[in-house]
């Protein structure tokens, strides 16, 4: 059974940075394309990066510069670095899986978490 966990959702202040914890448990977390999405209520939920198994990023424009994801394999981990965080990122924080190597698109994703919520005040 596939499951991601996520951790490190706080409420911070603009300009404050947090970090995001997934830990996966239920497939061979090395070999697959990991991801972090994101939803605010009321609006469909988009993706803000991901990390093929090679451990190649890729980031949405609205993010860049500003926030970095990372995986750990041995310890079946994926990170989100969040700095210079803006109320705008304000939202539920979820990673999320794909059963393919490389980033293909977002709507590959098909293994999620529960999400941790992230608050940002201006």
């Known amino acids: 059974q596939v499951q991601l966990a996520e951790s490190g959702g706080d409420s911070v202040y603009a300009g404050g940075s947090l970090k995001l914890s997934c830990v996966v448990s239920?497939?061979?977390?090395?070999?697959?394309?990991l991801g972090w999405f994101r939803q605010v209520p009321g609006k469909e939920r988009e993706g803000v990066a991901g990390?093929?198994?090679?451990?190649?990023?890729a980031y949405v424009d609205a993010v860049k510069g500003r926030f970095t994801i990372s995986r750990d394999n041995a310890k079946n981990t994926l990170y989100l670095q969040m700095n210079s965080l803006k109320p705008e990122d304000t939202a539920i924080y979820y990673c999320?899986?794909?059963?393919?190597?490389?980033?293909?698109?977002?709507?590959?994703?098909?293994?999620w978490g529960q999400g941790t919520q992230v608050t940002v005040s201006s």
């Open positions: 990390i093929d198994s090679d451990g190649t990023p």
């Open positions: 999320a899986a794909d059963l393919f190597p490389t980033l293909r698109g977002w709507r590959h994703f098909n293994y």
């Open positions: 239920g497939l061979p977390f090395a070999d697959y394309c």
